[in-house]
């Protein structure tokens, strides 16, 4: 599916500012879809543990002995304090901190103290709340409805169209949480189009094609493709391979080993009949080897172009075939506070038998977090648009066919809170 457009798009802004909206998203969103909660680094062997908040909805994710995944509403039936916090190992059953009543790590009750003075209080009518729980490759989806269709139905055709990757082959190594103030939308829609390259981005034109990207939505999901190593066609003819090279490495010179803020020095040479594209995926290539992981298999194409998927409702899956990162956005105490989340994964080598680390899982000030040029511009600016959103005169985002994965989200977004269209 695209989109044309005859008119602007219209978006209310209040969808983006209002405690009401954030309220209907609280109650008919964030309970009735599939969304990312970790990488299965977080839970891969027995009593690893993972929660999961969505604003103030959160959700626990345990491996049990038996070595199956489970995911439970994070809540204590008793007077409801939430059971875990934050993430780690070694459990062997969900106590409550609050009054010691404690669940095994399939949900069902087992222990009540001083149980006589409750009457009586059978164990089978007190499991934990199931959530539904399924692994995509290395990421954790969960439900908070446990009658969610399966998760493949869900993600449509988006792991066929990324089958060639191997995302299975992809290992957590990093799990950053920033709190920022502005909406989790704003956040979602600075990663759904590419329109912004050209404003925000402008070092990248050298090096990436911002305007011949092919966009392709599914029902609920989108995605974008884009080429690096070729300059934009908005700078014309005359772009050089220096300038190619140089903006090469200050927005990804870490993919060939070079530090972003490290001096570029010449581009390497072009030898005739190739291109700077083919001579930058070699060189990305030889780097992973370095590493130890062999990417002979993989095009110059399938190094060089970047697939971003924007899954409904908060992640964005960035992919090269050396390369996964994801980013989310999750609800915050106010419709101006979010969550944003990156998870960095590495490739291993298929069927790499050595068991899986946990990845280091770190929180940011803003101020703090450096995720290079080019997030860092999109991290300030997401928080100065959000400002902007409150202008008394700013009733409307107005959006154009570029920006069709925005629009589509939006589509997505009314019909799940259960609002006819703006
Ligand atoms: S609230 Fe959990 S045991 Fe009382
Ligand atoms: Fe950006």
Redesign the pocket.
């Known amino acids: 599916m695209s989109l044309e457009v005859q008119a602007p798009v219209r978006v209310p802004v209040s969808r983006y500012t209002s405690p009401g909206w954030a309220l209907l998203e609280e109650q008919r969103l964030w309970p009735a879809v599939w969304q990312l909660a970790c990488s299965l680094d977080h839970v891969s062997a027995p009593g690893d543990f993972f929660e999961h908040r969505v604003g103030r909805l959160s959700v626990v994710i345990v491996r049990g002995d038996d070595g199956e995944l489970r995911a439970f509403q994070n809540v ?1 039936r ?4 939430p059971l875990c916090e934050g993430s780690g190992g070694g459990l062997t059953e969900l106590r ?1 901190g ?4 404690t669940w095994d790590l399939r949900g069902a009750l087992r222990e009540v103290p001083n149980r006589k003075s409750f009457g009586t209080l059978p164990n089978e009518d007190y499991p934990l709340f199931p959530a539904a729980v399924e692994a995509w490759g290395p990421l954790v989806f969960v439900s908070l409805d446990p009658e969610a269709g399966p998760l493949a139905d869900y993600l449509e055709g988006v792991p066929d169209d990324i089958a060639w990757a191997g995302l299975e082959d992809f290992r957590c190594t990093t799990f950053v949480e920033v709190p920022v103030v502005a909406n989790w939308k704003t956040a979602v829609d600075g990663f759904s189009e590419t329109y912004h390259l050209q404003g925000l981005h402008r070092e990248m034109l050298p090096v990436v094609d911002d305007v011949d990207a092919p966009q392709r939505l599914w029902d609920r999901h989108g995605k974008s493709m884009q080429r690096y190593g070729v300059p934009s066609p908005r700078l014309g003819a005359g772009v050089t391979d220096q300038q190619i090279w140089e903006a090469f490495i200050v927005v990804m010179g870490t993919r060939i080993g070079i530090p972003t803020d490290a001096e570029p020095g010449p581009a390497p040479s072009v030898p005739a009949g190739s291109t700077m594209a083919a001579v930058l995926a070699e060189r990305v290539r030889a780097f992973q080897a370095e590493q130890g992981v062999d990417l002979a298999r993989f095009s110059d194409d399938e190094i060089m172009n970047i697939q971003q998927y924007n899954l409904f409702p908060n992640m964005t899956l960035l992919v090269y075939a050396d390369l996964v990162q994801v980013l989310r956005a999750r609800p915050g105490a106010t419709p101006d506070n979010a969550l944003l989340d990156g998870f960095f994964f590495e490739r291993h080598a298929p069927g790499d038998e050595r068991p899986r680390a946990k990845p280091l899982d770190v929180t940011l000030a803003p101020t703090d977090a450096d995720f290079g040029m080019v997030l860092n511009q999109d991290f300030a600016l997401l928080q100065r648009a959000q400002r902007g959103l409150h202008q008394p005169g700013m009733t409307h985002l107005t959006l154009s066919a570029e920006e069709c994965r925005i629009i589509n989200f939006h589509r997505n977004l009314e019909h799940t809170v259960g609002v006819t269209e703006a």
Do not use: D, K, P
């Open positions: 204590c008793h007077r409801g304090n409550c609050f009054h010691r009543w």
